[in-house]
């Protein structure tokens, strides 16, 4: 007999949902959380992980007034090369949606979700995970304040750079770019009406995505040494560099929110589960964020692995393992494979990539079916969506 059907390592927004969606049907779960750090990013989260937050009782809510739909997505080649990009609109209307999804902050999303566990009854165990053991029925885990836990599964949400992922043997394949991305948010005097625009540019993309009202989250990416370079700008002068890269589109911007950089890479576990531990979200696989995919992903691996273990005479067992490892590497893999193409035909420069992307996307803004296609694509998988966000 274990403490709990499954323990979750990681409060983020992944490992959170997770336990939230496990509680939800009554299964006794602890999470090892950490307190949280504040976190400039938004999130631009699609239908299918709107109604997940539904689901769990979460939207609509006060996150909400924290909140932007996102109505339309335009694409813009800023790369200034001879092969230009037509630029390429999508519009929720165009699939009889009122819109593709919202822009939710980091900052009040991982809260809520912390709240609605606490009310569900997960056990919270402050602190982190230092080591975890197999054994055959059951996974033992430690915390840094030498408290042992056992459990039949172990969700593994602690993000990109997770040590028990380590420890437990799981191999990762990383590719590097040399690139960061500055997240951050901005006023504006022009309004957005609802428009995230994804400037291409030589460096990667310079993307804005509504807030309430005349503001609009930022992520930007760049070279390292022109990153550090933005990062030591005092406000003012780094609102007149985002009103010259998004050439005027906003108007006049001001009153620069907290920023924080980030390294780009695309990284992925070669398996997502095994030996009675599950990964998730960033621990699973993280990528640049280019098309809002990062979260949406990892909301769908929380959800799928609930589904799982959610009636599950054993929530480890090898056939429960393999089932989430064959449904959601068919998920990921394709979106990060071509997240990272797109981002490195941009940094290349070469000439043969710049032509396929150029190509690429003239056809996408020219053929409606085509169009219609990547919008499907880029809200949900092809094969199929878990219970909560059905
Ligand atoms: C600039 C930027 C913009 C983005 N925009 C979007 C977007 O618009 N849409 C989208 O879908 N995605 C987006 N993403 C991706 C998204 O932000 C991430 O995928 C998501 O935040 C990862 O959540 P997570 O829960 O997997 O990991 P994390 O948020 O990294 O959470 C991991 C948690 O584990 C904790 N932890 C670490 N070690 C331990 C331990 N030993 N024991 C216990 N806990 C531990 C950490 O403290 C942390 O709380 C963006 C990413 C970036 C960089």
């Known amino acids: ?26 299964v006794k779960c602890a999470i090892i959380a950490p307190p949280f750090v504040d976190d400039p990013r938004t999130t631009a989260l699609m239908q299918p992980a709107m109604q997940m937050l539904k689901f769990i009782g979460l939207w609509p809510s006060d996150l909400q007034s924290h909140c932007a739909a996102l109505k339309q997505l335009h694409l813009v080649d800023d790369t200034g090369n001879m092969f230009a990009a037509p630029r390429v609109e999508f519009s929720a209307r165009e699939m009889n949606l ?71 043997g799981f191999d990762i394949e990383t590719e590097r770019f040399d690139q960061m991305a500055l997240a951050t948010s901005f006023e504006h005097s022009v309004r957005h009406d609802f428009i995230s625009t994804e400037f291409h540019k030589s ?40 009103q010259l890269e998004s050439h005027g589109l906003l108007g006049k911007i001001s009153n620069i929110g907290p920023r924080k950089t980030f390294q780009m890479q695309s990284q992925r576990a070669t398996s997502f589960a095994k030996n009675r531990a599950i990964l998730i979200g960033e621990a699973a696989h993280a990528l640049p964020p280019i098309g809002a995919q990062g979260l949406n992903l990892s909301l769908r691996d929380a959800a799928q692995a609930a589904d799982l273990i959610i009636g599950s005479a054993d929530a480890g067992a090898e056939n429960i393992c393999t ?23 941009l940094l290349s420069g070469l000439l043969p990539f710049n032509m396929a992307r150029a190509g690429g996307l003239a056809a996408i803004a020219k053929f409606s079916p085509l169009r219609g296609l990547a919008m499907r694509q880029g809200l949900s998988p092809a094969l199929g969506l878990p219970f909560a966000m059905r």
Do not use: C, H
């Not at 982190?128 to 885990?141: K, L, P, Y």
């Not at 070279?223 to 002068?237: G, I, K, S, V, Y």
């Not at 490892?325 to 035909?345: H, K, T």
């Open 203 to 242: 460096a990667g993309p310079f993307t804005t995505v509504p807030l309430p009202g005349n503001r609009s989250s930022l992520v930007w990416m760049e070279r390292p040494a022109r990153m550090a370079e933005l990062m030591a700008l005092t406000d003012n002068q780094l609102a007149i560099e985002i």
């Open 98 to 168: 009122e819109e593709f999804g919202w822009n939710v902050p980091l900052a009040k999303l991982v809260p809520a979700l912390q709240a609605r566990a606490q009310e569900l009854g997960v056990v919270f165990i402050e602190g982190t995970s230092a080591s975890v053991e197999t054994r055959e029925s059951q996974i033992t885990v430690k915390t840094d304040a030498g408290q042992t836990l056992t459990a039949e599964v172990i969700l593994i949400a602690d993000g990109a750079k997770s040590k028990l992922r380590e420890q437990l």
């Open 1 to 26: 007999m274990t403490d709990f059907k499954a323990i979750i390592s990681g409060a983020g927004p992944a490992g959170l949902s997770a336990a939230v969606l496990l509680a939800l049907d009554g």
């Open 323 to 345: 089932k989430y490892n064959g449904l959601r590497r068919a998920d990921v893999l394709p979106r990060q494979q071509m997240v990272a193409l797109l981002n490195r035909s």
